[in-house]
């Protein structure tokens, strides 16, 4: 029988001791790998008090600084559940590279996550849960990850990489239905977590919350809801210049997670103060 | 022209601006994004500005500093038009934008085209980069958004073309740069200026046409080709 795995994450970086499920280490493999300097022989990942002795053996940081970054991700409960959105541009500074980048993933059938920051550690990310998920599916007992005990792994997940000067760089956002009542809540890459009724990530903090603060309700129907997040999405690309006019929104309900196609929204652009401002001042915007 | 992707305090006019000249006159245009870092503090705002009738100022840099040489420009030009009783010649206007840049090179930071049409030159086009270099082009792009530009206009400019093909050539790489650029968009102004005046023109933010990977606003032409959603 071979061991399982129980102790430290490699989610939570580099010197960290127990073996991981992303790939073979020596305790799920029938061949053991040889002692060495700050190798342990009992097959478990090395755990390293002063990184830099490390140095030789291929360990490394990550993110430093993001490169390829998606903006905004907004969350509302309602009626039925909650609705998660964001546009799906992945930007390189400040081209936008990347258009059909999907930044809302499915977790599992009451659990969905969106992510702003940097997408290839989302991308890691989404790398943990699928693992998480594939322990529960081999338990096979019927029982999945809630949308809080994803939150909660994700915090911790977070706030650890962040203790260790290792951060990865994402606001999350994690959606879902818990025990049949609507679940919403967010983690930042140092850690900071919260729940609430709505939430805003990036500039939608600036942009959207107002707007949520105004027209939220928790018995909202599909239709308001839908109606408010397209007005904040909206928003959000008038006023924020890494966004592009392609969105995606993400519903929990009973019957499950969908991530919708994307669409665009129609923007204004016919007010009569924007054909000529600087009529009377001439040199002025 | 925008420092880097990092936030600025001041406000920057992140930007696309294209002069070409024509047949028989010259025609320009730009985007009307400013931004402050991030933020969009304006969405509709006007980078043509008129140093004469018939010469156009274009401007891209630190908002406040191409304001600023534009009001200086316009107001040295209006006194030389009564002093000559004629329009101000395009060179003149530009050397003298030229001259403002490069006095002040330290503390300048406009990138600026000047183009307009006189009776002596025809149209002209002259780029006047940040240092106050001044050169006389067939065709020149300048801003944050330039930098997608360049391959598109090489390839794709033509002497003498007609009035309707310059303008089209203008509006559709102002529209492949903000399709780019983050510090490019909203809607599009475009100025035609030839012996008859000036003519502006006025392209809504919905009615920029969508290129690669781009859905056009709802309820327009039929969806545009594009990549699949990129998933895990």
Redesign the interface.
Known sequence: MLPVPTSHSPALGPGCAGPSLAYASASTRSDIAPPSAQQPCCGSEPFMVDPSAAAGLGLRRHTDTPYVTGTSVLGITYKDGVMLAAD?L??Y??????????RL?KVNDATVLGAGGELSDF?YI??LL?ELATEDYCADDGMQLTPREVYAYLSRVLYNRRNKFDPLWNSLVVGGLEGGVPFLGTVGMIGVHYTDKHIATG?GQMLARPLFRERHRPDMSEEEATELLHDALRVCY?????T???FQIAKVTAEGVSVSE??????Q???Q??????ANA???? | M?A??HSDAAPHT?TTIVAVQYSDGVVIGAD????TG???S??????L??LSDFVWLLRSGS?ADT?LV??YV?HYAEQHAMELDREPSVHTLAKLVAQINYANKAMLVGALIVAGWDTARGGQVYGVPVGGTLVRQRWTTDG?GSTYLWGYLDSEYREGMSRAEAEELVATALALAA?????S???LRLVTVSSGGAE?R?I????VPPF????????KTPPVA???????
Not at chain 2, 32 to 35: A, E, I, K, Q, T
Not at chain 2, 42 to 47: E, G, I, T, V
Request: no cysteine; glycine share 12%; aromatic share 12%.
């Open positions: 799906t992945g930007s500074g400040s081209t936008k590279r990347y258009k059909s980048f999907e993933a991308q989404q790398t699928d500039f008038y006023r924020d210049k890494q592009t006019n392609k994307a669409f665009a929204l129609e923007t652009w016919g007010y103060a924007f054909v000529n401002p600087a001439l040199g002025t915007w | 925008e880097s992707g992140g009307s994004r400013v931004s991030r933020y969009v304006n969405r509709a705002s006007d980078k500005t008129p908002a304001q534009g009001d316009r944050s399709s780019r650029d983050g510090s968009g909203g809607l502006r006025l809504p933010g919905d009615q690669w990977d781009e859905l056009p606003a709802p309820g594009g990549e699949a959603m990129v998933e895990a």
